[in-house]
């Protein structure tokens, strides 16, 4: 399980969900699998398939009696299906999975006495920590999504407040303009000049917000 570990975190490493296995026959690695839908653009790309097609060819058989098969998260149909047609001999998994499991949470794909072959199922090794793996991966995107939103909003603020930004440079010009209006006038008529520049900022010009 360990390995199967071990193949999860690289799926973490592509952006993948942590899902790892690892095919064993006896003493013997013969394949190795993780999780990569997204990356592989295949909806069947879980660790489980990758490790299963990976042992088929190692060994040019689509049969793989004796084998076991190590993965991380409990099998969902799709690969319970793949185990029992590879004629996988027992599965070993981790964390249950309660959405999508097939091996007792959801469903329980193995134990339809109707089949022609019947896999050994045991479940629950290393729970604990395969299913922090997932809890922490999940947490992880949850926060870069939140921090995402957070950044768009903040760019959406600042695009809102330099649209507003001109309305305020025409009316600091105009007060610019009034200061050096009055510099010139001052000496002439500097009662009348007054009255006149309270006017202008009580009442927005043409090209000022209402």
């Known amino acids: 399980m360990a390995l199967a570990q071990a193949a999860a975190e690289e799926a973490r490493a592509a952006g993948e969900v942590p899902?790892?296995?690892?095919?064993?026959r006896g003493d013997e690695v013969i394949a190795r699998g993780f999780n990569h839908p997204i990356g592989a653009h295949d909806p069947s790309a879980h660790?489980?398939?990758?490790?299963?097609r990976a042992a088929?060819?190692?060994?040019?058989?689509?049969?793989l009696p004796g084998c076991e098969l190590y993965v991380t998260?409990?099998?969902?149909?799709m690969c319970a299906g793949a185990i029992m047609h590879a004629r996988i001999a027992r599965v070993v998994f981790g964390a249950r999975d309660p959405k999508t499991g097939a091996c007792g949470s959801v469903v329980d794909a193995f134990a339809n006495p109707q089949l022609n072959h019947h896999t050994t199922v045991?479940?629950?090794v290393l729970e604990t920590e395969c299913g922090a793996a997932l809890k922490s991966f999940f947490a992880e995107r949850r926060r870069a999504s939140r921090e995402a939103r957070a950044a768009a909003r903040g760019e959406a603020l600042a695009v809102a407040g330099g649209e507003a930004h001109p309305?305020?440079?025409?009316?600091?010009?105009?007060?610019i303009h009034g200061e050096a209006h009055r510099g010139a006038h001052?000496?002439?008529?500097?009662d009348e000049h007054h009255e006149g520049h309270s006017q202008t900022r009580s009442e927005p010009g043409s090209a000022e917000p209402l």
């Open 122 to 124: 045991t479940g629950g």
């Open 47 to 52: 660790a489980e398939m990758i490790a299963l």
């Open 167 to 175: 309305g305020v440079q025409v009316e600091t010009r105009s007060e």
């Open 56 to 63: 088929a060819q190692a060994v040019e058989n689509y049969r």
């Open 73 to 77: 998260l409990e099998p969902c149909l």
């Open 186 to 190: 001052v000496e002439g008529r500097p």
């Open 19 to 24: 899902v790892g296995a690892v095919l064993v």
